[in-house]
């Protein structure tokens, strides 16, 4: 009977890597955020808490409340051209990860920001508005496959919140920034 078991094991640990792939879903190209990993971060999992009994514990008035949970984003690498706004075919990609996410049943009713962010080079005027035309360029793109116009607000902030502010020039300061911001979009 052991030989039989041995066998079975040996052919399970051969499998392995075989049913584990089965079961990922494929990858996405370099450098892309799945709609599944867009999800988790602007959804992240709900931490379950036991309730305890209040054992005849009161509130007073002078008990801070509770503060609103902080809203969830995500740093997306929408790749524009030199000073422009036009969404590339790499952008393309990712975006269409993006779209999935939002209309899935989890993010399907939330309202989003687009932030678009530069990175230092150049005047903070000029940057603010290339920042914002193309967070209305992913918007437009959203809107245009199948994410409702009423559910994106955009937003340029230009170089101000640099993802790399030891780096001013650095590429990944040129972003996409989602923000949830948790209203029912009903």
């Keep these: ?105 989890s993010l399907g009713k939330d309202k989003f920001e687009v932030a678009g962010h530069t990175d230092a080079k150049g005047r903070a005027d000029y940057n603010k508005q290339l920042s914002y035309k193309r967070a209305e360029a992913v918007k437009q793109f959203l809107v245009a496959n199948g994410v409702g116009a009423g559910r994106l607000a955009t937003v340029g902030f230009g170089s101000e919140h640099l993802l790399s502010p030891d780096q001013p020039d650095d590429p990944r300061n040129r972003r996409v920034e989602i923000r949830d911001l948790g209203v029912s979009a009903q």
């Excluded at 052991?2 to 049913?19: E, N, S």
């Excluded at 984003?73 to 000073?83: A, E, Q, T, W």
């Excluded at 969404?87 to 990712?94: F, L």
Aim: no cysteine; charged share 15%.
């Design 1 to 105: 009977m052991m030989p039989k078991y041995r066998v079975f094991m040996t052919a399970m640990v051969a499998a392995w890597p075989i049913l584990v792939q089965a079961a990922d879903p494929p990858p996405a190209p370099s450098g892309v955020q799945t709609s599944e990993q867009i999800e988790q971060a602007l959804h992240p999992p709900q931490m379950h808490t036991r309730a305890f009994g209040s054992r005849g514990l009161t509130r007073s008035d002078s008990d801070p409340p509770e503060p609103p949970p902080a809203p969830t984003s995500i740093n997306l690498n929408i790749p524009f051209d030199h000073n422009s706004s036009v969404i590339t075919p790499q952008a393309e990609v990712q975006l269409k990860q993006l779209q999935k996410a939002l209309t899935g049943a």
